[in-house]
């Protein structure tokens, strides 16, 4: 494959986000702290809000449909599961106004979705600072909307992925049979980066979310719920870089070979992970890592740190045809709990 154009346009996007041209007044009293707003920029831009400063300048592809699907020829895509920017989780909002927000976003989402002539699969959020109503919203995900899923941060005000005290929502994921994205939100770590602001993305995201997988492993999360369909944004972050050394401390501290009961590395290749890492010798190295089966295209598109060429990006990576083939679509469509497709032949 190396050197030679892909015939198909077959990709699937697990990683791609969606934000609402505007969002609705508060149903209460005064608007409380956190409530996102949306500002004119220019024709095709608006900045989003949050208590009066610009959160993030967007482009209208993140809430219009046809301009969305527009760009899938060129990325080389066929399907795209959309989530909310991970800033909109809002888990920081009490849970009552968090659930009105995210029932707002859901339903943005899934108008989406019915536009997209079956292009589009709706990955929803919950309200997790309240367990009941997260739990009551991924029914609504599930039974009204009919979602494949659901995008969760990296940790939900500080508790990690791998706490037992999130055991009952993946339960429910479990039970429901309801993939779950986590996307890195609010990292640690800010206070030891030096540069500007966009550093956040560039750096402190992927380690976010390689803490929160390494905690899935050492907190057993898999052990105990073994048919959950758990993926990580940012190719795990730096979480192949950590495994070595998981595996290397349980033999040498008793305490952690006691606590964690299977290998990390075993654990890791039970894991989906997005293949959003820009870079063909990391991409390699994920996939002797993690498997070839547990890799996905992820783009975060539509923000302007996203990836353009996602299909591409593995051609180039020289990986054989049926590699190749899991990484463009069969893993996300089982991911996602979709069917696996021919790829669409293109001329």
Known sequence: MNGAKMSCRCGVDVHAHVIPGEFPTYLGGVTPAGWPAMAPADACHRHVMIDGKNYRTVSDKCWTTSRRLADFEAMGLVLQAVSPMPELLS?????ATGAQ???FLNEQIAGMVAESGGQLVGLGAVPLQDMALAIRELHYLKDSLGFSGVEIGSNIN???VGDPRLDPFFEACEALDMAVFVHALRPTGMNRLVGPPPLQQVLAYPTDVGLAAASVLTGNLMTRRPKLRLA???GGGTLAMLLPRLEQAMSVFPALRDSVNRSPTEQ?????YDTLVFDAPTLQHLVRTFGASQLMLGTDYPFNFHEPQPVARIEQAGFDGNVAEQLLQANARRFLGLGVSIPENTP
């Not at 890791?268 to 989906?272: D, N, Q, V, W, Y």
């Open 91 to 95: 888990y920081w909002l009490a849970p």
């Open 232 to 234: 990580f944004s940012h």
């Open 101 to 103: 927000l995210v029932r």
């Open 268 to 272: 890791a290749r039970e894991l989906f």
């Open 158 to 160: 500080g508790i990690v």
